[in-house]
């Protein structure tokens, strides 16, 4: 299994990145995929997930500015980001976890507690004027 996260950078504050993860040896009709960012020195924060049937969670302070997607047939899933500010400025990671079956509580739980068992190496998202 490999996650290759790409679309970070440097954007204004009130602006939008999109933030892709391409997954191999993965299928997407398996797997649960979500989002995670952390800055140095600080706990890994969980920020969105999408399980295998497309129900999504999102954490409160990306609730109405991110929005989570995927195209299976392209093993991708995206992370839409709007209304940036510098507290959204942190590395951003993609995790997935073979799941299937799960609820909207079962999700909500692996964000919180960033129960998965593959990772990628991130990319860089910087919110600065």
């Known amino acids: 299994v490999q996650l290759v996260e790409s679309g970070g950078g440097l954007v204004q504050p009130g602006g939008s990145l999109r933030l892709s993860c391409a997954a191999s040896?993965?299928?997407?009709?398996?797997?649960?995929i979500a989002w995670f960012r952390q800055l140095p020195g600080k706990e890994r924060e969980g920020v969105a997930i999408i399980d295998n049937d497309g129900t999504t969670a999102y954490a409160d302070s990306a609730k109405g500015r991110f929005t989570i997607s995927k195209a299976n047939a392209k093993s991708t899933v995206y992370l839409e980001m709007g209304s940036l500010t510098p507290d959204d400025t942190a590395m951003y990671y993609c995790?997935?976890?073979?799941?299937?079956?799960?609820?909207?509580?079962?999700?909500?739980?692996?964000?919180?507690?960033?129960?998965?068992?593959?990772w990628g190496q991130g990319t860089q998202v910087t919110v600065s004027s």
């Open positions: 040896g993965v299928s997407l009709y398996n797997f649960c």
């Open positions: 995790a997935a976890d073979p799941r299937l079956r799960t609820n909207i509580a079962t999700i909500q739980s692996m964000l919180r507690f960033g129960n998965f068992g593959y």
